[in-house]
């Protein structure tokens, strides 16, 4: 399914059942009172998060949906059904809004919470509730009260704990293969991933951590150049972010500038994702030979600037452990 971050929908609370105009009608009581029973509500429009999901995809084709109409009140004073309620689920780091107003509405961040965004229609009274010391046999129950539609905006940005970033084709996506479960596409040319892919790194004492792998960024990313201004948005709730450099990269033969390139994107964008803390992973160390000897400038360079930076090797999983390490330091200093 097509990856989306951003769908208009509109969702219908169910319509109250209407009140029942009944009387009692036994043997040996002959005019018996009113016992028409009340409509049943309407059902509720309650949107609900979910770690299944990491995308909207699901409101791509369908974007139409209603809660179920309360059942009629019946004779005996029995109630009608209560309809039920209309759950649409959605990933974490959903935002709400009314599509209208932009007002927003609900921010869903945790696994399985819950906002009720539409009450049903409630339920008409039956008759039952009518007699009068006047009036012993009223001929009127109410109506139940329709249900409401409204017209929701739903975004999505990813609530991940790390964001993986990089020019494209530096090894991020091999990275989070590396380091989670997920199996995202790996290829030799820029812009294998065009849409953001979630891993999950299980720490040892089995709290877990969520990595974005996002499409890779170029210069002008921030204006709209490439794919990955549109998705920095699903890195802007991250607290810490990896950036890849590719130490075989060769167009400029400077990978300082290209690393000064990307930081300045990020400011551009969002200047918060720039005071975001940042390790610098020179990746690809597996291919490190006579031509990658200034190295040592760069991270001496990189370590200047008061960011930390490490050699690994997604492929072959060189550094990896060490990663792993100061991963696991980080998470346990906060
Ligand atoms: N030799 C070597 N190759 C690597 C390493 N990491 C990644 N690669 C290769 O580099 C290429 C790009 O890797 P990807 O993981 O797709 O890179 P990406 O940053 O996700 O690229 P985009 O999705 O295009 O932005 C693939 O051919 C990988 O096999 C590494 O540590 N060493
Ligand atoms: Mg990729």
């Not at 990856?3 to 059942?17: H, M, N, P």
């Not at 002959?30 to 029973?37: E, I, L, N, T």
């Not at 065009?194 to 877990?208: A, H, R, V, Y």
Request: aromatic share 6%; glycine share 12%; with cysteine.
């Amino acid at each position: 399914m097509k990856f989306l971050d951003e769908v208009f929908i509109t969702a219908r609370s169910g319509d109250g059942g209407r009140g029942c105009i009944s009387f009692r009608r036994e043997k040996f009581i002959p005019r018996g009172g009113p016992d028409g029973g009340d409509g049943g509500n309407g059902g509720d429009v309650i949107f609900r998060a979910t770690r299944r999901l990491v995308s909207l995809s699901e409101y791509g084709s369908r974007t139409y949906f209603r809660a179920q109409n309360g059942g009629p009140g019946k004779g005996k004073n029995r109630s009608g059904k209560r309809g039920a309620d209309l759950i649409l689920e959605v990933p974490l780091g959903t935002t709400i809004q009314d599509a209208q107003t932009s007002e927003v509405l609900a921010d869903l961040i945790h696994d399985k919470q819950e906002v009720l965004l539409i009450p049903g229609g409630r339920g008409g009274k039956g008759n039952q509730h009518f007699a009068t010391p006047t009036n012993r046999t009223p001929r009127f129950a109410q109506p139940g009260i329709p249900g409401q539609e409204k017209k929701f905006r739903l975004s999505l940005r990813f609530l991940a704990d790390i964001g993986l970033i990089g020019l494209p084709n530096a090894g991020k996506s091999t990275l989070l293969s590396r380091l989670t479960r997920a199996r995202p596409r790996v290829d030799s040319y820029p812009f294998t991933t065009i849409d953001p892919n979630l891993g999950i790194m299980t720490l040892e004492e089995g709290s877990s951590l969520v990595l974005a792998d996002i499409p890779g960024l170029i210069e002008g990313a921030s204006m709209g150049r490439g794919l990955g201004h549109q998705f920095l948005k699903h890195i802007e709730r991250t607290s810490l972010l990896f950036h890849l450099l590719d130490i075989t990269y060769q167009p400029r033969n400077d990978l300082i500038e290209d690393f000064h390139i990307l930081r300045k994107e990020l400011e551009a964008y969002n200047p918060a994702l720039m005071r975001k803390p940042q390790v610098v992973l020179l990746n690809k160390m597996d291919l490190y030979g006579p031509r990658h000897r200034d190295i040592e400038k760069v991270k001496r360079a990189i370590g200047q600037m008061g960011l930390e930076t490490l050699s690994i090797s997604a492929l072959t999983g060189e550094g990896i452990e060490e990663l792993k390490a100061m991963i696991r330091e980080k998470w346990h200093g906060r």
